[in-house]
């Protein structure tokens, strides 16, 4: 079965950073893409950013862009997503996942698109 962990949530203050990163299992990880999306409460389930199988291309929502950074590792079945200049907006459920797909475009950011979940890890931010 197709496993997928996310690590490195935390607490930040804003303006600070976090990195997190998310580790894939029993699939052929460079043959997928993956993204990450977050979800407050209250709120949908939103997309972050996405990475294509080989790491190529990448896309953010207009929310982050130029203050996050996803990018893989094959070798290590990793993805990762660098959080820079945070926000309090920025405090939500974080979730990495995978579609049945090499490229982000057709599923991102439809979360309904992604096939395999992570449980998630939190982020808070403070200000």
């Known amino acids: 079965q197709v496993q997928v962990v996310e690590s490195g949530g935390g607490l930040a203050q804003a303006g600070g950073a976090l990195g997190l990163s998310c580790t894939g299992s029993?699939?052929?990880?460079?043959?997928?893409?993956m993204g990450w999306f977050r979800q407050a409460p209250g709120n949908e389930r939103e997309g972050v950013s996405c990475?294509?199988?080989?790491?190529?291309?990448?896309y953010y929502a207009d929310s982050v862009k130029g203050r996050f950074t996803i990018s893989r590792d094959n070798a290590k079945t990793t993805v990762y997503l660098q959080m820079n200049g945070l926000k309090p907006e920025d405090t939500a459920m974080y979730y990495c996942?995978?579609?049945?797909?090499?490229?982000?475009?057709?599923?991102?950011?439809?979360?309904?698109?992604?096939?395999?979940w992570g449980q998630g890890t939190q982020v808070t931010v403070s200000s």
């Open positions: 029993r699939l052929a990880f460079d043959d997928y893409a």
């Open positions: 996942a995978a579609p049945k797909s090499r490229a982000c475009l057709g599923s991102w950011p439809t979360h309904g698109a992604f096939n395999y």
């Open positions: 990475i294509t199988s080989s790491g190529r291309t990448t």
